[in-house]
């Protein structure tokens, strides 16, 4: 399940994994920055694949789906994200 986010709510992937710590969200990014892009955060949900399947879906072109904080992911024991 996901909601729309209401508004011009603008911030960094990060800023926004922090402020929706037990969601996944979906971003329309203004740039390619790829170590920490910035942009309009647009729906927050629980599932990943629901928001990545509506990412596709819409016309969201640089759209990306990011984790919140307590969903961020490890590789090899280096944690992705701050």
């Known amino acids: 399940m996901y909601t729309r986010v209401e508004g011009d709510l603008r911030m960094s992937c ?14 329309q990014r203004d740039n390619r920055d790829m170590f920490d892009p910035a942009g ?8 990943f694949n629901e928001l990545f399947s509506l990412q596709v879906n819409l016309p969201v072109p640089l759209g990306i ?11 090899g024991g280096v944690v992705i994200g701050t």
């Open 14 to 27: 990060n800023e926004a994994s922090d402020r929706y710590p037990d969601s996944y969200i979906l971003i």
């Open 40 to 47: 309009v955060v647009l729906y927050v949900g629980d599932d």
């Open 65 to 75: 789906v990011v984790e919140g904080a307590t969903h961020r992911r490890s590789l």
